[in-house]
């Protein structure tokens, strides 16, 4: 009997121990997969693609809509820039496209992302797709190439700090602001107040910075004459053509230029991943 249950206790370490072998394998096997799964699916990326859509954020939380909603139509430089650094420290990535579709949004947004890919040690290029402005064209202008369709619109170099002040609305709708606050310009630029015109000039100083570094970046970046991009920083965009002629972009085209261009730099055919 005693003999019967020792083969009954050695039956059962022998099923615990190839259920760990077993477990064992199909974490390897899991593993493994999970990394190769691009050669397993003939899907051999070797072209990251990030896209830039919409409102230009430094970072993503945060950002809502009219009705306080979390607003889908935007993007973070953080997301970018990470997304971009990760594509360089890939070897199986070897290069870099930046689909730009943006009015624009944060210059440090738009600065971030154009030293990301200045930095990039594999070749970058940029396609504006519907539109490529204000600080989305600055995020752009950090790539080596860029390319835009006719029909894109182009640069908008300027920036702005406008908004929407209510104080004849509220005192139509009976509504009486109060204003308690310390320090003298703690509460410029507050909507349900009068801007005074020395909070104006304060703001302007600052507005006068961002448009001169502005103009410094895309000139540094596209390697143009600063005098040259101060004559096109009035605000104003421009269409593919135009903005070729001025330099602002290096070529029209669409994707599939995009994808002729990267096989010469890489010298491989092109798998866009995004």
């Known amino acids: 009997m005693k003999t019967f249950e020792k083969i009954i206790e050695v039956i059962k370490n022998k ?11 199909l974490i390897v096997v899991s593993f493994w997969f999970s990394q190769n799964r691009n050669i397993l699916v003939g899907n051999n990326c070797n072209v990251q693609g990030v896209k830039l859509y919409g409102q230009l954020l430094t970072y993503r939380n945060g ?6 909603q979390l607003s889908k139509d935007v993007s973070s430089a953080e997301e970018i820039t990470t997304a971009i650094e990760k594509a360089n420290n890939d070897s199986s990535i070897k290069a870099i496209l930046l689909e730009v579709d943006s009015s624009g949004g944060s ?17 970058t290029v940029a396609l504006i797709r519907e539109r490529g402005n204000s600080a989305g064209y600055l995020a752009a202008s950090g790539a080596k ?17 406008s908004y929407l002040g209510n104080v004849d609305k509220n005192t139509t709708d009976g509504l009486t602001f109060y204003e308690l606050s310390e320090g ?7 909507p349900d107040k009068v801007l005074t015109q020395e909070e104006g000039d304060l703001f302007m100083r ?5 448009y001169n570094n502005f103009i410094k970046y895309v000139s540094e970046n596209r390697q143009l004459d600063i005098v040259k991009v101060t004559e096109l920083a009035d605000g104003s965009s421009m269409l593919g053509q135009m903005a070729k002629d001025n330099g602002l972009i290096d070529q029209l085209g669409g994707i599939y230029d995009v994808k002729d261009y990267l096989q010469k730099q890489i010298k491989k055919s092109v798998n866009i991943c995004w």
């Not at 210059?107 to 070749?123: F, N, V, Y």
């Not at 003298?184 to 507050?190: I, L, P, R, V, Y």
């Open 184 to 190: 003298k310009f703690k509460d410029a630029g507050n």
């Open 206 to 210: 600052d507005v006068k910075v961002l």
């Open 145 to 161: 190439y860029i390319i835009a369709s006719a029909n894109s619109d182009v640069g908008s170099i300027g920036v702005t700090m």
């Open 107 to 123: 210059p440090l947004g738009g600065w971030e992302i154009a030293e990301a890919l200045k930095h990039s040690k594999k070749p």
């Open 15 to 25: 099923k615990v121990y190839f259920a760990l072998i077993g477990v064992i394998i």
């Open 63 to 68: 950002a809502s809509d009219s009705t306080g």
